[in-house]
């Protein structure tokens, strides 16, 4: 697995998982990441079609998804900890590489802000799983299902991402590629230093997924950028055609403030 914080705007990040196929071999992978695994890659093949009923199930997908905020979709990017994975990680098979562009996060601040990313939304996740349970006795069972799933892969991946802090297993890795990617969208200068700007726009996603090789993130950054442009700029802001309309922005992304005080340093030089 690897790590990659994203920064969306000047305050907030998105984090994703990145898992390395290399490191398991196919029969000691459980049911569960051969599912997600496949459901990755038949999602990412049939938003490239230009119509046809697979694309109309894209376009429903892309519409419901979005009611659900991007913190929560980078936290079920991690896998849960499995005790196989718990032994893997702290026997010495290689520590989990931290990557991110320098140029925009500060390497030193790189941890804590994964770390917030983990831990600000545990709470909430645990309430609404909670709620979930009860009101599956009285409500259709089956509707509330996929909601408590997605709450319990959250509070999974959080809780994994702390075990990794707490045992110091995570490798910091400025990656200059990131750092070319981010260079192709600077902020704006004439903004004051006191408003949150944003990094990236939907012209930038099919780049950053080809460069990094990496085709599920694709859905993930059009998610994440809509609900930013959606929070920071408001629901007047441009979406790409097909993304017009699509559901609502996070209710409190996550704070990621020290990417901004990366930019007043620079104002201040």
Partial sequence: MRLYLLPLSTRRTLLYAKRLEVTTAPQGRTYVDKGTAWAARTWAQWEKMESGWKRKVVDYGNYAFRRIPYEEWGLKSVPPLSSRRRGEEIEGKGKVDLCFPSSVIPPSKAEGILKTLATERQALHKKRLVWCIVGMPITIPFALVPIAWSHYRAIAGGKHIQWLLEHNLLRSSPSEKLDKLYALHAPPAEEPDNKERTLLTQKEVQTFSDTL??????????????QVEHAVLGPDSESPPKEKAAGTAADKPGSTEPVEEKYKEKSNQ
């Fill in 213 to 226: 090789d990496m085709p599920a993130l694709e859905v993930e950054l059009e998610r994440a950028i809509w």
